[in-house]
């Protein structure tokens, strides 16, 4: 049975009347039209729709509706601001940290959470950070770069 779930969608708020055992994913692609969101193997494990929940990476292919109510919700639509891409969406463009493209929405997202949990990590913490994101095209190497590359971008603008 469908019932209205309030949160908050990329900063705005939002009220969806759905079935609370609707997974987020599926909330987001057909309810509220954001696709920048994939679909990759439907387990939580490849990490391909991966989006924040109160500041925290979550693979919405598995989380419920229910879970979503009264939270914050940020998906890689939400991360540019004013037409300006985020320091990150930024970085993955300037080292070409996508090929396909398929599973950069996720990774994004995952190195958002990573780099608000911890603002200056070594490469192994990246490594470690962003190990439940798969890339079938191999970018991974690039993926490292641009994240220590936005980390050191998003270091300097701070105060």
């Given at each position: 049975m469908k019932q209205p779930i309030q949160f908050q969608l990329n900063g705005r708020p939002t009220n969806l009347?759905?079935?609370?055992?609707?997974?987020?994913l599926w909330a987001l692609r057909t309810d509220a039209a954001l696709t920048g969101t994939k679909y990759g193997?439907?387990?939580?494990?490849?990490?391909?729709?991966?989006?924040?929940?109160n500041g925290e990476a979550v693979r919405s292919c598995m989380y419920p509706m229910r879970l979503v109510a009264g939270k914050e919700v940020v998906t890689i639509e939400g991360l540019a601001r004013n037409g300006d891409l985020h320091p990150l969406q930024?970085?993955?463009?300037?080292?070409?940290?996508?090929?396909?493209g398929?599973?950069?929405?996720?990774?994004?997202?995952?190195?958002?959470?990573?780099?608000a949990k911890n603002a200056a990590p070594?490469?192994?913490?990246?490594?470690?950070?962003?190990d439940g994101n798969l890339c079938r095209c191999g970018?991974?190497?690039?993926?490292?770069?641009?994240?220590?590359?936005?980390a050191d971008?998003?270091?300097g603008a701070r105060p």
């Amino acid at each position: 049975m469908k019932q209205p779930i309030q949160f908050q969608l990329n900063g705005r708020p939002t009220n969806l009347t759905v079935d609370p055992t609707r997974m987020l994913l599926w909330a987001l692609r057909t309810d509220a039209a954001l696709t920048g969101t994939k679909y990759g193997c439907g387990q939580a494990l490849c990490g391909a729709c991966t989006v924040l929940v109160n500041g925290e990476a979550v693979r919405s292919c598995m989380y419920p509706m229910r879970l979503v109510a009264g939270k914050e919700v940020v998906t890689i639509e939400g991360l540019a601001r004013n037409g300006d891409l985020h320091p990150l969406q930024q970085a993955f463009v300037d080292h070409d940290a996508l090929q396909c493209g398929y599973c950069t929405s996720g990774m994004v997202m995952s190195a958002y959470s990573l780099l608000a949990k911890n603002a200056a990590p070594s490469r192994e913490e990246i490594l470690a950070g962003m190990d439940g994101n798969l890339c079938r095209c191999g970018s991974h190497n690039r993926v490292v770069r641009a994240i220590q590359a936005a980390a050191d971008m998003m270091e300097g603008a701070r105060p």
